[in-house]
Structures are given as structure tokens and as C-alpha cells.
């Protein structure tokens, strides 16, 4: 399902072009969405708010269309600042989005869609399956209303919450559009991140667009094996196919790739696992994000010792490759993703 469940049309999510549209059927002037992309966008909260336009022109707005598609349901704060945002959408539906702040950025974590077909063994939101795809508002809207709350709009944007964002490939292209245009939220194209599982024809298509996005692939084990015993989609797009396409991607873009790896005691962090990993990884333009896994609730999978990472770390930097650990945040709110909304929806 791609549409709101609502015959109200949402002003969040339309592009420049549409809004001209929309001000042409209702007979006002063509400046008059220019007015309202930079209200819609700023954000404000209410369409009272949007002084330069005509009181006539706002009750007709309000009357026929809906403003936020998002409304903050719960708010779950970090001692380490992160704040982790269960959203409500117009059909009761409920998704995440996670704000983290840092020393000279800020990053938000959005959502793709409500639930998700992939079934990762590791990933709170796999298990609670799919429901529906997001439309372009209601991803841009999670952005709004955290900046909105914070008072700011975040630097960058990281679609990694709920959901797989390139098997929503129209509203990604589209909100990517609204988050960068200049009469949009003018976030620059290099501050947002796509992360995928391995849709392999996806990212083909994705670098032919030449957006200038970073990519980030969730790869988690360098044998196929053992990632289809994780990850599902690799019985579609194997690593061979997989690699191919992020080489293309490389070349098509000129863009370095993010490998994430989620460290798994006992499954994906031994000495071979290091080495495969090397193999796999050599000659591609990339940077080896290493995640100790959350763990979540009735999963099998254990998180690794710190000094267990960090021999991981020490493997790969030896075989050449280019490696972080991701610094942990809001491990005690459970921000990972789907964890919110699952105990949500068990209350």
C-alpha cells in the first residue's frame, strides 16, 4: 500500500512541482507555493503558523488536506542525548525513528515501511513482518517532527530504521528529493545514507541515478552459507551477484560504500570469518562498519566481548581494509530498530 488511508491528500511529502499544482487547481498564484514549501519544510507545527499566507487560503488547506501525515506518539530519552520517537500515522499504524546527537552533527534515523519482508534473524522489526510501504510524507515527516522537537533540523539523515529502503524505491527517490532540494529541508545529498540488505537489481538502478547518496549494505557474514542462514535475501542475490553490483556502484558514482557487520559471539567473529572477509572485501572501494549486535528479545544471537571486537577489528585492518566500530547509542532505551514498536503493540 502506498498511499495514506485517507482521501485527504498530505502537503508533507509533495514535491515544489506538485504544490504548483495544487495552488493552479485552487486558483491562487504560482508564488503562493513557494510560500508554502518553505512553511511546510522549515517546519512549523500548525497551518496557523503560516502568517504570509491568506486566512482563506489556510482554512481551505485544513480543510482539504492533512498537514503532518506523523504524530509523536512516545518520546524515549538516553542518558547519552539519543532519543528514540514512536510515530503514529494517519491509518494507526506505528513506526521508529531515532535522533542522535554528536559534537558537530546530528544524525536521525529514519524509517522505509511498517514492518519488513526481509526476516533478518537479528532485527526486531524482521520479525514483526510487513505491513505496508511508507509514502514519501510519511518519511520526510519523521525528519519534521524531530526537528520540530529538538528545535533544529538534523545535519544528516540515515534511512536504517524500520524496513528496506530500496524495496520502496519510489517514495526513497522521491523523500531523497524533498530532504535535499533547496525548497525543501536542504540537507545536502553527501549527509544521507541509504542502507540495504542486497537488493541487488535495486542498487543497480540506484547507481545509475547518480544521486551521490552514501550507500551502506548490510553484509553481516562473507560466506554464502552462513549469510543465507541470517539474511533470507541472500538465497536471491548471492555474494557473487551481490559484489558485482556494489563494484558497479563504485564505478558508476565514485562513491565509497559502507559494509555493515553485525558481530555475532560465536557465529560471524572468528579468525576465518576475518580472513573471508578480507577476500571478499579486497579491491572494492568500501569502509567495514563493525556493530556488536543487539541483541533482542527471543533471539539467538549474543553480542561479542569489547576485546573480541576489537581483535576482529585488528584481523581486517591487517588484510587492508578500512574499519570502524560503531560507538553504541541508546543502548539503554533500546533504540535498535523495531524494538519500540514491538513492546508498544504488546501493551
Not at 514512536?86 to 546530528?106: A, K, M, N, Q, Y
Not at 559502507?258 to 577476500?279: C, H, K, P, W
Request: charged share 20%; net charge negative.
Amino acid at each position: 500500500m502506498s498511499a495514506i488511508m485517507s482521501r485527504q491528500e498530505a502537503l508533507i511529502g509533495q514535491t515544489l512541482e506538485e504544490l504548483e499544482e495544487l495552488m493552479r487547481r485552487w486558483g491562487e498564484p504560482s508564488y503562493r507555493a513557494d510560500q508554502l514549501a518553505q512553511w511546510l519544510y522549515r517546519p512549523v507545527a500548525s497551518l496557523d503558523e503560516m502568517s504570509n499566507l491568506p486566512v482563506r487560503l489556510r482554512d481551505q488547506l485544513a480543510e482539504e488536506t492533512i498537514h503532518h501525515p506523523c504524530s509523536i506518539q512516545a518520546i524515549r530519552h538516553s542518558r547519552d542525548g539519543t532519543r528514540k520517537y514512536l510515530l503514529s500515522l494517519d491509518d494507526g499504524e506505528l513506526i521508529e525513528s531515532v535522533f542522535i546527537p554528536e559534537t558537530d552533527r546530528s544524525t536521525i534515523c529514519i524509517s522505509s515501511q511498517v514492518g519488513c519482508s526481509m526476516g533478518c534473524t537479528f532485527c526486531a522489526t524482521g520479525a514483526q513482518g510487513m505491513v505496508r510501504n511508507l509514502t514519501a510524507g510519511e518519511i520526510v515527516d519523521q525528519v519534521l517532527q524531530v526537528a520540530l522537537d529538538m528545535g533544529h533540523t538534523p545535519s544528516n539523515v540515515v534511512f536504517m530504521g524500520m524496513g528496506e529502503p530500496l524495496a520502496n524505491y519510489a517514495a526513497l527517490l522521491k523523500s531523497i528529493e524533498i530532504i535535499n532540494a533547496p525548497w525543501g529541508l536542504n540537507i545536502g545529498i553527501r549527509q544521507i545514507t541509504v542502507s540495504t540488505c542486497g537488493l541487488v537489481p535495486v542498487i543497480r538502478r540506484l547507481g545509475k541515478v547518480g544521486l551521490g547518496i552514501t550507500l551502506a549494505v548490510s553484509l553481516h557474514a562473507a560466506d554464502d552459507q552462513k549469510r543465507t542462514r541470517i539474511m533470507p535475501i541472500n538465497a536471491n542475490y548471492g555474494l557473487e551477484s551481490l559484489m558485482q553490483a556494489l563494484h558497479d556502484y563504485v564505478r558508476d558514482t565514485n562513491r565509497r560504500i559502507t559494509i555493515e557487520y553485525a558481530l555475532m559471539a560465536g557465529f560471524n567473529d572468528s579468525e576465518i570469518d576475518a580472513a573471508q572477509l578480507v577476500r571478499l572485501l579486497g579491491g572494492l572501494l568500501c569502509h567495514v562498519n563493525l556493530i556488536p549486535v543487539n541483541p533482542i528479545r527471543g533471539g539467538r544471537h549474543k553480542r561479542p566481548r569489547l576485546d573480541e571486537v576489537e581483535r576482529f577489528q585488528s584481523l581486517l585492518r591487517r588484510g587492508g581494509l578500512q574499519v570502524s566500530i560503531r560507538k553504541e547509542r541508546g543502548g539503554d532505551i533500546e533504540a535498535a530498530c523495531g524494538q519500540l514498536r514491538g513492546q508498544w503493540e504488546e501493551t
